[in-house]
């Protein structure tokens, strides 16, 4: 089985920093690789699709990169909407996929 | 517009079991893989199943593997969740969900395991 790996499990930073989490799987994904936002009471939120692709309508501050086992997600300028979970999701081995542990993104 | 509407929760006692269902509609149900994922209360994303077009291949998350079955009924636009052998740790908010690049997501049902 594919195992993600995504750290910070939380994080807190201020209105306008630069925000960067990360991913890393046990093996070669390729790119395989999706990042969602969950804000309290709501379903998942598809942000970013194979690794680097920003979904129609998302705000281009966020933004998503690499390739194998490694994969790096970005808020460029953080904004208080911004405050959700993020999680990231392998899907190289269809019908199986993996999500990270998320994390907690929060207003310092 | 792409609704997902989940049924079948309730509270079980461990041991026991339960058959979730998804009625999809708003979409051409046979042309997307499926798959159910849930959240225990004030926990991240579990993937627990997919199932791909024609329910020729199945896949399960090690957690439930052996005591979960994931079928679909393409004809009745429907998913279903066969959970068996019910523990503690299976309690959460069972969503289904519109492929596997996620763009849709039923609200869910709650299962509670407890005695």
């Known amino acids: 089985d594919i195992q993600m790996t995504q750290s910070p499990s939380s994080l807190s930073a201020s209105v306008g920093d630069r925000v960067t989490i990360t991913c890393q799987a046990s093996q070669d994904i390729s790119n395989y690789l999706n990042w969602y936002q969950q804000k309290p009471g709501k379903a998942p939120k598809l942000l970013i699709y194979d690794a680097s692709n920003l979904e129609t309508g998302v705000p281009s501050r966020f933004s998503g990169s690499g390739s194998g086992t490694d994969f790096t997600f970005t808020i460029s300028s953080l904004q208080p909407e911004d405050i959700a979970t993020y999680y990231c999701?392998?899907?190289?081995?269809?019908?199986?996929?993996?999500f990270g542990q998320g994390t907690k993104l929060e207003i310092k | 517009e792409v609704q997902l509407v989940e049924s079948g929760g309730g509270v079980v006692r461990p041991g026991g079991s339960l058959r979730l269902s998804c009625a999809a509609s708003?979409?051409?149900?046979?042309?997307?893989?499926m798959s159910w994922v849930r959240q225990a209360p004030g926990k991240g994303l579990e993937w627990v199943s997919g199932?791909?077009?024609?329910?020729?291949?199945?896949g399960y998350a090690d957690s439930v593997k052996g005591r979960f079955t994931i079928s679909r009924d393409n004809a009745k636009n429907s998913l279903y969740l066969q959970m068996n052998s019910l523990r503690a740790e299976d309690t959460a908010l069972y969503h289904c969900?519109?492929?596997?690049?996620?763009?849709?997501w039923g609200q869910g049902t709650l299962v509670t395991v407890s005695s």
């Open positions: 708003g979409f051409t149900f046979d042309d997307y893989g």
């Open positions: 999701q392998q899907y190289d081995n269809l019908p199986r996929v993996t």
């Open positions: 969900a519109r492929g596997f690049l996620i763009e849709d």
């Open positions: 199932i791909n077009w024609n329910g020729g291949s199945t």
